[in-house]
């Protein structure tokens, strides 16, 4: 017996669903990539790829996926020995700082909490510790995916001037960009990197940093560099330079749709969007969790993302069994537990192209299968979400 026919839905935070619009705008011709047209589309891009990042500096695409814009970024700024401070708060920092080693850095780890954000204070103290300013740039990422977690930049940013540290402070927005907002110029980023398949509702495949002018100062005396990623390399004026040979130009005509969506919708609606959807799904795991076997991975609220929810499941039932039965029997993939929480969590993702429907059939299916296979839970959970939308989408 199985209720999945019809389009299978991706509940998994990567790529994620692309809209109809996306898909439809790459259903086309290929383009002169030598022609007027094509300098006009990279140019409008760059432009508002800097918008999306809030930031004056300059703005880079890569044929890429989001490993390929970190190592982008570490071979730009970065010299053989240098020391990478990563704040540690799940898995993707952590992977940066284990990219920027493989690459001839040194790497250190600032401990963190898969259940809590990066602790301001602590990075504060540990760059304080830094008389001989031997820290040359600090990892983080805005959203962890595997967590759950949501970093407060703006305040890491703060805790970064406070302490009168050069390092330049790099982050990682694969998992924000174009869902939360994100303030690359004011909370002092230097370095910020994202890429196409999540909030940006486009195929994998295309990488973006953004870099402001001390970054590009940087840049100048890296010995990482190489010609693939090379910022200068970009630069040139024959315009094939921008992406190291051919452009992606189907990928490049998604991407523009993509943008335009957002912006037709607006991103203050679109954060608002994201954020309202969040805590529908929150609201109906913290019912689901009176049955003493889920749990809300992120142990605070506020450090809880708008873009993913990290769902733990207790030791005696098989997250597995879960995810197969909403696949397998109603079409709904949900996202499989990585890192340390592997075999022991499932991730609901509410980011990019996702709307009430999308998110209350998710819940609808996790509950069906809560039911099926008998896992306990509390009753009610997709009606919490349902009346917490009711309360706050006004008409």
Same mark, same amino acid.
């Given at each position: 017996?199985?209720?999945?026919?019809?389009?299978?839905?991706?509940?998994?935070?990567?790529?994620?669903?692309?809209?109809? /619009?996306?898909?439809?705008?790459?259903h086309?011709?290929?383009?002169?990539?030598?022609?007027?047209?094509?300098?006009? !589309?990279?140019?409008s %891009?760059?432009?508002?790829?800097?918008? %999306?990042?809030?930031?004056?500096?300059?703005?880079?695409i890569?044929?890429a996926?989001?490993? *390929?814009? $970190?190592?982008?970024? #570490?071979?730009?700024v970065?010299?053989?020995?240098?020391?990478?401070?990563?704040?540690?708060?799940?898995?993707?920092?952590?992977?940066?700082g284990?990219? &920027? *080693?493989?690459?001839?850095a040194?790497?250190?780890v600032?401990?963190?909490? $898969?259940?809590?954000a990066?602790?301001?204070?602590?990075v504060?103290?540990?760059?304080?510790?830094?008389?001989?300013?031997?820290?040359?740039?600090?990892?983080?990422?805005?959203?962890?995916?595997?967590?759950?977690?949501?970093?407060?930049?703006?305040?890491?940013?703060?805790?970064?001037? &406070?302490?009168?540290?050069?390092a %330049?402070?790099m982050?990682?927005?694969? &998992?924000?960009l174009?869902?939360?907002?994100?303030e690359?110029?004011?909370?002092?980023?230097?370095?910020?990197?994202s890429g196409?398949?999540? *909030?940006?509702?486009?195929?994998?495949?295309?990488?973006?940093?953004?870099?402001?002018?001390?970054?590009?100062?940087?840049?100048?005396?890296?010995?990482?560099? =190489?010609p693939?990623?090379?910022?200068?390399?970009?630069?040139?004026? /024959?315009?094939?330079?921008?992406?190291?040979?051919?452009?992606?130009?189907?990928?490049?005509?998604?991407l523009?749709?993509?943008?335009?969506?957002?912006?037709e919708?607006?991103?203050d609606n679109?954060?608002?969007r994201?954020?309202?959807?969040?805590?529908?799904?929150?609201?109906?795991?913290?019912v $689901?969790? /009176?049955?003493?076997?889920?749990?809300?991975?992120?142990? /605070?609220?506020?450090?809880?993302?708008?873009?993913?929810?990290?769902?733990?499941?207790?030791?005696d039932?098989?997250p597995?069994?879960?995810?197969?039965?909403?696949?397998?029997?109603?079409?709904?993939?949900?996202?499989?537990?990585? *890192?340390?929480?592997?075999?022991?969590?499932?991730?609901?993702?509410?980011m990019?192209?996702?709307?009430?429907?999308?998110? !209350?059939?998710?819940?609808g299916?996790?509950?069906?299968? #809560?039911?099926?296979?008998?896992?306990?839970?509390?009753?009610?959970? =997709?009606?919490?979400?349902?009346?917490?939308?009711?309360?706050?989408?006004?008409?």
């Open positions: 017996m199985t209720v999945r026919a019809g389009r299978e839905f991706l509940a998994i935070p990567g790529p994620t669903t692309m809209p109809d /619009e996306v898909l439809q705008a790459m086309r011709p290929s383009l002169d990539i030598y022609s007027r047209e094509m300098v006009e !589309l990279s140019d %891009l760059h432009r508002d790829l800097s918008k %999306l990042f809030a930031t004056k500096g300059q703005s880079y890569h044929i996926n989001g490993h *390929g814009a $970190w190592e982008a970024v #570490l071979s730009n970065l010299s053989r020995g240098d020391k990478v401070l990563v704040l540690e708060s799940g898995r993707f920092a952590v992977g940066w284990n990219a &920027a *080693g493989l690459m001839g040194e790497v250190e600032l401990k963190g909490d $898969w259940r809590r990066v602790r301001p204070d602590d504060e103290a540990r760059l304080r510790r830094d008389k001989n300013h031997e820290i040359k740039a600090i990892l983080v990422a805005q959203v962890d995916t595997a967590s759950g977690v949501v970093n407060d930049i703006e305040a890491i940013g703060k805790a970064v001037k &406070a302490s009168g540290h050069p %330049l402070f982050v990682d927005a694969v &998992a924000s174009g869902c939360m907002p994100f690359m110029d004011k909370w002092g980023i230097d370095v910020a990197m196409s398949q999540k *909030g940006l509702m486009t195929p994998p495949g295309l990488g973006f940093v953004a870099a402001n002018d001390r970054a590009q100062a940087v840049h100048k005396t890296a010995d990482m560099r =190489t693939y990623w090379d910022w200068t390399e970009r630069e040139g004026s /024959e315009h094939y330079r921008r992406y190291a040979g051919t452009a992606p130009v189907h990928l490049l005509f998604a523009r749709r993509a943008i335009d969506m957002l912006f919708e607006g991103l679109v954060f608002e994201h954020r309202l959807l969040g805590e529908a799904v929150r609201r109906a795991v913290s $689901w969790a /009176e049955g003493q076997v889920l749990s809300l991975n992120i142990s /605070e609220p506020n450090e809880r993302s708008d873009t993913v929810t990290t769902v733990l499941v207790s030791d039932h098989d597995i069994r879960l995810q197969r039965y909403c696949k397998k029997k109603c079409g709904v993939v949900l996202g499989t537990g990585i *890192g340390d929480l592997q075999g022991r969590s499932f991730r609901i993702a509410h990019g192209h996702v709307n009430a429907p999308m998110i !209350l059939g998710t819940l299916v996790i509950e069906v299968g #809560l039911n099926a296979l008998q896992i306990p839970h509390g009753k009610g959970g =997709t009606e919490a979400a349902i009346a917490f939308l009711g309360e706050n989408v006004k008409a």
